[in-house]
């Protein structure tokens, strides 16, 4: 099959070098350094306000921290225990407008919270500050929490450890991914008209009269540098803040706190859970263990991080303290290393607070305005986006007016549907997924793939099921077609330019596929390098088989053999 053969899409990874050239000849009112949802959220929300808008990011998008969170949209219980009351309000907030504008990405699920002799919470007191957190999150009538007995949280989870067990609660978390969120804000922004570029790293930056008038980038695929000119340079580029601070000669007095944090992810046959589970470590910390598409993943730790930032790997002793952690709650399950299937490290750049442990630093956001013009964002949660995207541009639109620039209106993006949403509640989206199998069938399709699509993509699903079905007579191994028209729409609409883009971001195949993934990915091989959407010798360096991600895995295994 010739991938060249399908239509050239929106947002089209194949435009990525026309889209440099006619980049470096514009002027935009903004560029947007960052591809992870913070610099996605000021894209959207500058390019919905008819701002001309560019994002740069270095690498592909959502590969930092906005692809390596659990994955989770938190209302903000655990900033109870920091008594940041005005935090757990606005992302209660922000999560209700997420659940309303992506219902297909953002959605409930039971979370249980067993609550033992010696843990952090009792019984009452737990029952309060879910009370409270409720209260300040604005969560609705129908997913408030309820109490169990040690009888009804033992009847819900069999495998959980009943020694010194007092019973516990059921809430409703809101499970998503978040790289695929990011990719749907970002692919929202590029329809509002931004021009957004992956694989464009910011070398450095222009600077007119001691103000900074726009960066020097190099394309990572051809090799190629560009100049790009705005009227206002953003830096959220997430744990590269400070290092572009650094190259813009716009430090400040406050510095990042790199913390690392790590999932690992198992076989639902080696842990079966019937929902995700959130418990007491033993040392004033909480993890989560979480079930999803047959596998169960269990995160996180809280280190700090002062390795490399573009490949914060793990240790075996952060291994072991969330496999410890797993056996002493679920005693029967015994995990060891050799269970692991994949794995995700992640960096949370949070703003740096004396004398205090990672854990205990604020998840707070923080805009930094140099004297050059430059301004940086960072700190922040996932939840949060759209407000620290909002918060930010008040300073840039207050920049553009200062310059001549009138009439920018105010921030619209809490009522701008995502693309794929347009449903009108979470049932919508199971009725879809509904009418896309029937649609579907003479394709092979089967539920499990449409229900992860619709999951995945919302309504651009259906553009999958008509990509599968130009191509079906093109394809001698049948069984294959659906994952090939994934992958045909992810380079048409979401710029995949190495394949690992697909596999890792766009499909999360490389953390929830294991080991079916390492079955697979050798047929597609060839067919990746004819879409033309990367040069080949660039896919050769890329590397297929393995890619970074990869390579920490099989690392853990040697050393667990």
Known sequence: MDFTRIAYGSWDARKREAQLQEASKALFDVIVIGGGITGAGIALDAASRGLKVLLLEKSDFASGTSGKSTKLIHGGLRYLKQLDFA??????????????????????????????????????????????????????????????????????????????????????????????????????????????????????????????????????????????????????????????????????????????????????????????????????????????????????????????????????????????????????????GADIESAWSGLRPLIAEQNKKPSEVSRKDEIFEHSNGLLSIAGGKLTGYRRMAEKIMKRVVAKLKANGLTNVPDCKTAMITLSGGGFSHSAAVEEFAGIQLGEAKQIGADAQTIHRWVLRYGRNTEKIVELAYSIWPMVEEKHLVTQMAEMAYCISEESVVFAGDFWIRRSGAIYFGWPSFLENVSRFEGLFAQTGSAPEVAIREQGYALYREIDQIVALRKLEE
């Open 87 to 336: 935090l757990v309000r606005e992302v209660g907030r922000e999560r209700s407008i997420l659940k309303r504008n992506a219902p297909h990405l953002v959605y409930p699920e039971d979370m249980l919270l067993p609550v033992y002799t010696h843990g952090s919470l009792g019984r009452w007191s737990l029952r309060a500050a879910l009370s409270l957190y409720e209260a300040l999150a604005g969560v609705e009538k129908g997913e408030r929490f309820r109490m169990l007995s040690a009888a009804e949280v033992v009847k819900h989870e069999p495998l959980i450890h009943t020694d010194g067990l007092l019973g516990g609660a059921l809430y409703k978390e809101y499970r998503s991914d978040d790289a695929r969120l990011c990719i749907s804000v970002l692919k929202t922004a590029t329809e509002h008209g931004a021009m957004v570029l992956n694989y464009a790293r910011v070398e450095d930056f222009l600077q007119e009269s001691g103000t900074i008038s726009g960066v020097k980038a190099v394309d990572e695929v051809s090799g190629t540098n560009y100049t790009f000119r705005a009227k206002v340079v953003v830096n959220a580029a997430g744990p590269w803040v400070d290092e572009l601070r650094e190259k813009a000669w716009a430090q400040s007095n406050k510095h990042l706190m790199l913390t690392r944090g790590i999932h690992l992810v198992v076989d639902g046959s080696r842990f079966p859970l019937h929902s995700s589970v959130y418990f007491d470590v033993g040392d004033g910390r909480m993890i989560f263990v979480i079930p999803r598409e047959g596998k169960v993943y269990i995160g996180t730790t809280d280190e700090v991080h002062k390795g490399s930032t573009d490949e914060p790997g793990y240790t075996l002793n952060e291994r072991d303290y969330l496999l410890a952690a797993v056996n002493r709650c679920f005693p029967e399950v015994k995990l060891s």
